[in-house]
């Protein structure tokens, strides 16, 4: 079926309309008009007929002749321009102007004559084959002057006449019709237009507002309901552009505090399809937030902790656990999910997760951990040896002069090794609380090293290892405090006597590179093995621990070197060939300025 537009409908509504009263108006006009032609002859008939019934009286009365009296209606019938009859009482046909009354059947039961009978005029249609057209009859009787019917005269006209006038009358009505219809079609389509286009306008800028282009206006021309419905249309176009222009401004403040989060967001609707992702959770699991959207949240990451989560959430309780990530690097993560209400604030529509890297906490709570049992480790070696020989002594030993003496000894050795320990877990405590601000001075490496160098020389005579100091004269101070500098230089030199075998060297040379001094001691020792080398500044890290502990060693001196080092903006490193010596360095910046750190 085809479909009409809204323009082409009103058309049509309009012509039907018209072509509908117009063709009601031809009917009933054609019909008004008709049956006015028609009474209008019957007027007529009957006072012909009524004539010739006084001239047929006479007749009728005074001859009975039927010749005389189809004489005289063929007379009447030619002056009238009727077709007369004259019948007797007993509907004999005494005279006829245009047949011949032997040859005609008695006419007595003719309506006409029967309506004439009984209510005084009769008046019939009837259509004639021969004429081709409708006759109107007019039947009176005809009766004495006492009132008797006598006979009956019958006048007859050809309703040919009233059929062309009606007919002439019902073809311009149609003429008008056919005009009327062309003329609304026309003025129709106009005035249809004027409904239509600014309808159309407004489907276009609707369409244009869909797709995001509120530019658009529709222009409201006229006051009446259309320009009322193109004003309001105008006016839901600017609260829609400002609603839309409000909420992507909200989205974009969203995106923006999303991506900047170091934590990662991972939202789901209640199927667990991803809603949205942030850039910090697609790092945390190697994954495309393009990618990730609207799929299932296991189909992405594959991270049952995560799913569980945001399942329990979705379902209306917060969740929060801790998880690992493997790929694209070890993560440790703390998921807190919630729940996300419905848009009604009814139901849940889905779950939200945050997702903390607390993979440094972990990390340094281990550290932590190891470290307290380290220490406990070392403290109770010397702690057991000092119980061990007082025990020992109060066993009865100390009755022996020589031993009591020898355990005492020892004893003493083992509390000066807590001691040691107690005094270097001091120092890097204090060097680690970073609040403590460092007064910087300038220092020269020389005078430092010249210090280091008297609180190991005995040590270093004692075998027999010559100890050189190579540092320029000109070499530039450097920025720092000079007693953790010369502490550091010691732990070296003092490392590089107890590693060296006697009658070895060590040598402290210094160079400006760049903005910073580089400082090298280096050994003829036992050298470190390659493997651990990066390990060596570790707090109680030890490449032979039985041989550091009978050297008197802590494990932690090389752990304040670096320490120092870097709390004066500097590095540390070690480089080795096993069996035949190290070579420790370090850099500090060159004085520039003074200040703290
Ligand atoms: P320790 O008190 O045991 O010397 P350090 O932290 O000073 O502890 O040193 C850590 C470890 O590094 C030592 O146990 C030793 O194995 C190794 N080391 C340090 N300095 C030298 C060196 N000059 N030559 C060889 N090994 C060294």
């Not at 006979?151 to 009606?166: F, P, T």
């Not at 019902?170 to 129709?188: C, K, P, Q």
């Not at 309808?199 to 006051?223: E, H, P, Q, W, Y």
């Not at 290892?465 to 920025?479: D, F, H, S, T």
């Amino acid at each position: 079926m085809v479909r009409l537009g809204y323009r082409q409908r009103l058309s049509a509504t309009y012509v039907l309309v018209v072509m509908i009263s117009l063709l009601l108006i031809t009917g009933c006009l054609t019909s008004a008009i008709h049956g006015h032609l028609v009474s209008r002859t019957d007027h007529e008939l009957t006072t012909d007929a009524m004539l010739v019934a006084e001239v047929v009286r006479n007749m009728l009365v005074q001859t009975q002749s039927p010749a005389a009296i189809d004489l005289m209606a063929d007379g009447l019938g030619a002056k009238t321009g009727l077709r007369v009859t004259v019948i007797a009482a007993d509907g004999t046909v005494l005279g006829d102007s245009q047949g011949n009354p032997v040859s005609m059947e008695n006419h007595g039961n003719r309506p006409e004559v029967l309506q004439a009978y009984r209510s005084g005029v009769g008046l019939i249609t009837r259509y004639s084959v021969s004429l081709g057209s409708g006759l109107r009859y007019c039947a009176v009787p005809v009766t004495t002057s006492a009132g008797d019917v006598i006979g009956y005269v019958r006048v007859a006209a050809s309703l040919a006449q009233v059929e062309q006038s009606s007919a002439a009358v019902r073809g311009f009505m149609l003429n008008a019709v056919g005009i009327a219809a062309i003329a609304g079609v026309a003025l129709s389509l106009v005035l249809s237009k004027g409904i239509s286009d600014p309808l159309k306008n407004m489907a276009t800028a609707a369409r244009a507002i869909a797709r995001g282009d509120f530019s658009r206006k529709v222009r409201a021309r006229s006051n009446d309901e259309l320009g009322q419905l193109a004003e309001a249309f105008n006016h839901m176009a600017r609260e829609l552009e400002q609603s839309v222009g409000e909420i992507s401004r909200q989205k974009n403040q969203m995106e923006t505090i999303l991506s900047a989060m170091a934590d990662g967001v991972v939202a789901v609707d209640a199927s667990q399809r991803i809603l949205l992702v942030n850039q910090a959770a697609c790092d945390m699991f190697g994954v495309r937030a393009d990618q990730a959207l609207n799929r299932h949240i296991l189909e992405i990451v594959r991270n049952r902790d995560l799913a569980d989560s945001l399942a329990i959430a979705s379902a209306g309780s917060d969740d929060i656990r801790e998880t690992t990530a493997q790929s694209p690097r070890a993560l440790a993560l703390r998921i807190h999910a919630a729940p996300i209400s419905g848009a009604s604030g009814s139901g849940v529509a889905g779950a939200v997760a945050v997702l903390q890297d607390v993979t440094d906490l972990r990390r340094l709570e281990l550290v932590r951990q190891d470290f307290v049992s380290n220490v406990s480790h070392e403290l109770r070696t010397p702690v057991t040896s000092i119980k061990g020989f007082a025990d020992t002594l109060l066993d009865g030993a100390m009755e022996d002069g020589e031993t009591l003496r020898r355990f005492l000894e020892l004893i003493d050795r083992e509390a000066d090794r807590l001691a040691h320990i107690i005094s270097d877990l001091l120092d890097l405590s204090r060097l680690e609380c970073t609040n403590a601000s460092m007064p910087l001075s300038p220092v020269m490496i020389s005078d430092a090293a010249q210090r280091a160098l008297e609180a190991v020389q005995s040590k270093a005579e004692g075998k027999s290892i010559q100890v050189l100091l190579q540092i320029p004269a000109e070499l530039p101070a450097v920025q720092g405090d000079e007693p953790l500098i010369v502490q550091v230089l010691v732990n070296l030199l003092e490392n590089a006597v107890k590693y060296t075998p006697d009658g070895g060297s060590i040598v402290v040379s210094a160079s400006c590179v760049g903005a910073t001094v580089r400082v090298d001691v280096a050994d003829t020792g036992v050298g470190i093995p390659v493997e651990h080398l990066p390990r060596i500044f570790e707090r109680f890290y030890r490449v032979d621990r039985a041989r550091s502990r009978q050297l008197g060693g802590t494990g932690l001196g090389l752990s304040i070197v670096k320490h120092i080092v870097e709390r004066h903006g500097g590095e540390a490193w070690a480089s080795s060939v096993p069996g035949r010596g190290s070579t420790f360095s370090f850099t500090v910046p060159v004085w520039a300025s003074s200040g703290h750190m």
